[in-house]
């Protein structure tokens, strides 16, 4: 028997990205109902060789549904997520708006899949940037557990949605012409330059942090399970299309050597090394888009303290970071 799922902001980045995946992995899907706001009422999308159109998000909207995939931002999970839910549907939420809910399940399915067995009808997606994370930290806690975590991150302006990636583009063109452009979505120039914050919607708070480093933050103790574990996080959005990186220190209470390390994370499930500097061979942002692994190099011992790892993390953000996570979430759901 097939599954009925609702995507829900179906014309949005991460939308489109679910939906192709979707068929890319053969998910039993019988009815694909794709959702959004009334300005994409009547768009086609392309799916398994037919055009669905694309219908209007309402309450109404969940009528048969098994399971509705949400990534339409977190207003919009929080007034719908309840109507879909209440219709006997499962809402996988790729926003912020259930993560840190106590009953809700905060799933990557690599690391803490039987979370998924307790849910009430709602489990969330993890930020883009703790997914790829904590799929590398996993490994090396069970082995060595995890003191402390140091992260910079480098995002992609996808992770801002599809305007974001026009105003990059537009904005390269317009200063390699000397000529001006006027950004909507960046409160700075994104082309040529980076920004210690993640906007449009990433708030600076008491603390001095970030909306976006403080989500990194609670995150990783949740889906991790231990609160143990200390992090520390600055956020930076880089001008790339498509793919975040991630400098990441790790202190550990007993020794890991590089060695080590290297193996652990050769053998964990979703991670793929690639780490020879001799050949300059190390992850980055142009090779892992489009691909599903998250790419682990640079795998070397911090040599200021006794029991640390330095490692550099990529993966893309509207894969792993967004889509491919909430269907893998359904896979072990059904």
């Given at each position: 028997?097939g599954?009925n799922?609702a995507?829900?902001?179906?014309t949005g980045?991460v939308?489109?990205?679910?939906?192709?995946?979707?068929?890319?992995?053969?998910?039993p899907?019988?009815e694909?109902?794709?959702?959004?706001?009334?300005?994409?009422?009547?768009?086609k999308?392309r799916y398994?060789?037919?055009?669905?159109?694309v219908k209007e998000?309402?309450?109404d909207?969940?009528?048969g549904?098994?399971?509705?995939l949400?990534?339409?931002g977190?207003d919009i999970?929080?007034k719908?997520?309840?109507?879909?839910?209440?219709?006997?549907?499962?809402?996988?939420?790729?926003?912020?708006?259930?993560?840190?809910?106590?009953?809700?399940?905060?799933?990557v399915?690599?690391?803490?899949s039987?979370?998924i067995k307790?849910h009430?009808g709602?489990?969330a997606n993890?930020?883009?940037?703790?997914i790829?994370m904590?799929?590398?930290l996993?490994?090396l806690?069970?082995?060595?557990v995890?003191?402390r975590v140091?992260?910079?991150?480098y995002?992609a302006?996808s992770?801002?949605g599809?305007?974001?990636?026009?105003?990059?583009k537009?904005?390269?063109?317009s200063?390699l012409?000397?000529?001006e452009?006027?950004?909507?979505i960046?409160p700075h120039?994104i082309?040529f330059n980076?920004?210690?914050?993640?906007?449009?919607s990433?708030a600076?708070?008491?603390?001095?942090y970030?909306?976006?480093?403080?989500?990194?933050i609670?995150?990783t103790t949740k889906?991790?399970?231990?609160d143990?574990?200390?992090?520390?996080?600055?956020?930076?959005?880089?001008?790339?299309v498509?793919?975040?990186?991630?400098s990441v220190?790790?202190e550990?209470?007993?020794k890991?050597t590089?060695?080590?390390?290297?193996?652990l994370?050769?053998?964990f499930?979703?991670?793929?090394?690639i780490?020879?500097?001799?050949?300059e061979?190390?992850p980055?942002?142009?090779?892992?888009?489009?691909k599903?692994d998250t790419?682990?190099?640079?795998i070397r011992?911090d040599?200021?303290?006794?029991?640390?790892?330095?490692?550099?993390i990529?993966s893309?953000?509207l894969?792993?970071?967004?889509?491919?996570?909430a269907v893998?979430?359904a896979?072990?759901?059904i």
């Amino acid at each position: 028997m097939g599954v009925n799922v609702a995507v829900v902001g179906a014309t949005g980045a991460v939308g489109k990205e679910m939906i192709k995946i979707l068929e890319e992995r053969n998910f039993p899907v019988d009815e694909l109902r794709l959702l959004a706001s009334k300005q994409s009422l009547g768009k086609k999308v392309r799916y398994q060789g037919k055009d669905i159109t694309v219908k209007e998000l309402t309450n109404d909207s969940f009528s048969g549904i098994d399971i509705g995939l949400f990534s339409a931002g977190g207003d919009i999970s929080k007034k719908f997520a309840p109507a879909a839910v209440n219709a006997n549907a499962v809402v996988i939420d790729n926003t912020s708006a259930f993560r840190m809910v106590n009953d809700v399940p905060l799933v990557v399915p690599e690391v803490n899949s039987d979370a998924i067995k307790d849910h009430k009808g709602i489990i969330a997606n993890p930020n883009c940037s703790t997914i790829q994370m904590v799929i590398a930290l996993k490994p090396l806690h069970d082995e060595g557990v995890i003191r402390r975590v140091v992260v910079s991150t480098y995002q992609a302006v996808s992770g801002a949605g599809l305007k974001a990636i026009d105003e990059l583009k537009k904005e390269s063109k317009s200063i390699l012409e000397n000529g001006e452009y006027k950004r909507t979505i960046f409160p700075h120039q994104i082309a040529f330059n980076v920004l210690p914050q993640i906007p449009q919607s990433d708030a600076f708070l008491d603390n001095g942090y970030t909306s976006e480093e403080m989500k990194m933050i609670n995150e990783t103790t949740k889906i991790m399970g231990c609160d143990s574990i200390k992090v520390t996080v600055t956020t930076v959005r880089v001008p790339v299309v498509r793919g975040h990186s991630e400098s990441v220190n790790i202190e550990t209470e007993t020794k890991i050597t590089a060695e080590k390390a290297k193996e652990l994370l050769t053998n964990f499930p979703g991670i793929t090394v690639i780490d020879d500097p001799s050949k300059e061979l190390y992850p980055l942002a142009s090779f892992a888009a489009g691909k599903d692994d998250t790419f682990v190099g640079r795998i070397r011992e911090d040599e200021s303290i006794e029991n640390g790892l330095n490692i550099w993390i990529v993966s893309d953000n509207l894969r792993k970071g967004a889509a491919l996570n909430a269907v893998q979430i359904a896979e072990k759901l059904i």
